[in-house]
């Protein structure tokens, strides 16, 4: 007989959880059990200060990849967790990953994915809560798949009326796209200052740049009335409306 599955981790308490800078994790892809962490150091990326290089707004706004907001959850994070060169293991658990459907289905947990010819290249997804979003983590199968994915991240977030993009811990790469370390509890501040209802919610800005126009390049996600009209005007797809905010407000 197999063993019964470990109980979901209930949303409310996930949701306590990051509202006072903790967040669940696993010693291995298969285990039962979870661990609560707490970092003395975060890494946060300053919405205004994302490095959108040259090559890489080329990138978005020729449009390469097709990018989605919840079109394909459970696929990005089993993505996340798959083996990687040096990194066999994974701290996303069955049990984190079915847990986190579950937030994903309750509004609190979105995902954006990276799509070329019609399969799943590259992605990224976390938890989102008042004016903020907790990145867990990302992938990528193709050249900068992730990065796109990212900038579309940054730009539904100040679209959005965001204020904070978490991104747990430092890294080489991270540093390079803009993000900056700062104390737990500076970070801590930060997620109070947050609070409050955004804008515009990460389905809802991802709709106010994807289906301006007509595009109908929304799949996955539901728009609310007269969100694909709030996009920038001038811009004839989705990408280059990405690229251009961008441009404005830099």
């Given at each position: ?16 959880a ?6 669940p994790?696993?010693?291995s ?27 890489l ?13 919840n079109a ?15 990194h066999p293991?994974?701290?996303?658990s069955?049990?984190?990953?079915r ?5 994903n ?38 050249d900068?798949?992730?990065?796109v ?13 965001f ?8 890294t080489?790469?991270l ?11 500076d970070?801590?501040k930060l ?31 539901e728009a ?18 990405i690229a ?7």
């Amino acid at each position: 007989m197999h063993a019964p599955s470990p109980p979901l981790i209930p949303g409310d308490l996930l949701l306590l959880a990051y509202r006072n800078g903790i967040f669940p994790m696993a010693d291995s892809r298969e285990d039962p059990e979870i661990f609560w962490v707490e970092p003395r150091e975060r890494a946060i990326i300053p919405l205004e200060g994302f490095h959108l290089s040259k090559s890489l707004r080329k990138l978005v706004a020729r449009d390469h990849f097709t990018v989605t907001c919840n079109a394909a959850f459970a696929e990005v994070v089993q993505a996340c967790a798959a083996p990687r060169p040096g990194h066999p293991e994974s701290w996303i658990s069955a049990r984190i990953a079915r847990s986190y459907g579950v937030l994903n289905e309750e509004g609190h947990a979105h995902s954006i994915e990276c799509w070329l010819e019609g399969k799943l290249v590259g992605g990224l997804y976390g938890v989102s809560f008042d004016r903020v979003f907790c990145g867990e983590s990302m992938f990528s199968r193709a050249d900068n798949a992730s990065k796109v994915a990212l900038a579309w991240l940054v730009a539904m977030m100040r679209r959005g009326g965001f204020r904070l993009l978490d991104c747990q811990f430092m890294t080489d790469h991270l540093a390079s796209l803009g993000a900056m370390p700062l104390d737990q509890s500076d970070y801590c501040k930060l997620v109070a200052q947050a609070q409050g209802n955004p804008a515009l919610t990460i389905p809802q800005a991802y709709c106010a740049f994807a289906e301006a126009e007509g595009d109908g390049a929304g799949a996955g996600v539901e728009a609310g009335a007269g969100d694909a009209a709030a996009a920038g005007a001038g811009a004839s797809s989705p990408g280059k409306r990405i690229a251009q905010s961008f441009t404005q407000t830099s």
